[in-house]
């Protein structure tokens, strides 16, 4: 595996589920992020970890729990969504640096019954 | 705080010619990156090309080029001999230093490209 993968890259959960989307980096990077990209509105940074270390919650509901076990590993608990939840949720690692491009994942894309 | 402006929702450019997508942004900072991607419609966020603002020089990588004009605040992506493949959603995006991580992205809305043969 190469770059940044996420599994499942589809997902139809009703609001009392609970499930997870997973993402994991093989670059090495230090700094990973959730994101949720809405149609019709601009990508919205969720969360973001560095050296496992969560550095920015943007006041994201509590039914979204992330979780990060070391640097290359990053997860996304879901409980309890809404409708207004579903949307195509990405993953992105990026190396501690000045310039700190970030590299996506496929997406999960989300759907809420 | 920062805001990021792609006032282009769509465009369409002929296979061979060439296209620039607009960027205007808006920040008080001295110090900033500025980031174009690319989504194609599988979902991808592709990164493209990266210009910081201290650089003298226009970025370019292969066939993009970036027109970044600071005292406009433009960062304006240059996709020079569109092909097929080029179509797909372009971001332009700015490092937020003030956010709480340092690292975070602001993006705008996007620019829709289409090449047509």
């Known amino acids: 595996e190469t770059g940044v993968t996420q599994t499942p890259r589809h997902l139809v959960m009703g609001m009392t589920n609970k499930k997870s989307l997973k993402c994991e980096q093989h670059?090495?990077?230090?700094?990973m992020y959730w994101y949720k990209q809405s149609a019709k509105k601009p990508l919205e940074l969720m969360f973001v970890?560095?050296?496992?270390?969560?550095?920015e919650n943007n006041s994201v509901p509590s039914r979204f729990s992330p979780e990060c076990p070391n640097s290359s590993h990053l997860f996304l608990h879901l409980h309890t969504l809404q409708p207004e939840d579903s949307a195509l949720y990405l993953c992105?690692?990026?190396?501690?640096?000045?310039?700190?491009?970030?590299?996506f994942g496929p997406g999960t894309r989300l759907t809420v019954l | 705080a920062q805001k990021i402006t792609q006032t282009q929702p769509g465009m369409f450019v002929q296979e061979k010619e060439a296209v620039t997508l607009d960027c205007t942004y808006d920040?008080?900072?001295?110090?900033?990156?500025l980031f174009w991607y690319k989504q194609p419609s599988s979902g991808e966020m592709i990164f493209l090309i990266y210009?910081?603002?201290?650089?003298?020089q226009n970025a370019t990588e292969g066939r993009y080029s970036l027109n970044f004009q600071k005292a406009r605040k433009s960062a304006n992506l240059v996709i020079s001999a569109s092909q097929l493949g080029d179509s797909a959603m372009y971001f332009c995006?700015?490092?937020?230093?003030?956010?709480?991580?340092?690292?975070?992205?602001?993006f705008g809305k996007g620019t829709s490209l289409l090449v047509t043969p």
């Open positions: 992105a690692s990026s190396q501690e640096r000045v310039r700190n491009e970030q590299f």
């Open positions: 670059l090495g990077h230090n700094a």
């Open positions: 970890y560095n050296f496992k270390e969560q550095t």
């Open positions: 920040t008080s900072d001295q110090s900033y990156g």
């Open positions: 210009q910081g603002s201290y650089d003298e």
């Open positions: 995006a700015m490092r937020d230093p003030n956010s709480n991580s340092g690292y975070a992205l602001n």
